[in-house]
């Protein structure tokens, strides 16, 4: 339940970690309509998963990676827009979670962090960078 102190944040992205991009794709594809395009990295890709009917969150394809240290990282990544990055990692610290990636800037995306929540959960909090692309300020 949310309280008076805190905003309400929207579920903004979510990655799929794959040993298999093509097959995983394929399946996506194939199940849900997803379209998919090489974006950033190598072995990410976006993911398409509405249309203009139909709108819908952010969504990433990936090489499956580790977060934490000797965990495999299986399930969907969500990460939760936030108005403040600093606040977000203070509020998770004083509701008793942890974090496990100080704040990261990815270049016209965000701030990032990730974080593990009281009963175990991984996830990743990001203030999304509003400013116009051609803003360099």
């Excluded at 805190?6 to 379209?35: C, E, M, T």
């Excluded at 704040?103 to 990032?112: N, W």
Aim: hydrophobic share 40%; glycine share 8%; with cysteine.
């Amino acid at each position: 339940m949310p309280t008076s102190r805190a905003p309400r944040s929207p579920v903004r992205h979510f990655a799929i970690n794959a040993d298999d991009l093509p097959r995983a794709q394929k399946f996506y594809a194939h199940v849900f309509g997803w379209r998919f395009s090489a974006w950033g990295p190598p072995d990410f890709f976006q993911i398409e998963t509405g249309s203009a009917d139909t709108p819908s969150i952010y969504g990433a394809l990936q090489k499956r990676r580790t977060l934490v240290s000797g965990e495999r990282m299986n399930g969907f990544e969500c990460t939760i827009a936030v108005p403040d990055i600093d606040a977000a990692a203070k509020a998770i610290v004083e509701a008793g979670g942890t974090i496990l990636m100080p704040k990261a800037t990815i270049p016209t995306v965000g701030h990032l962090i990730w974080f593990r929540d009281p009963e175990g959960n991984v996830a990743g909090a990001m203030e999304p960078d509003t400013r116009p692309l051609n803003d360099d300020a």
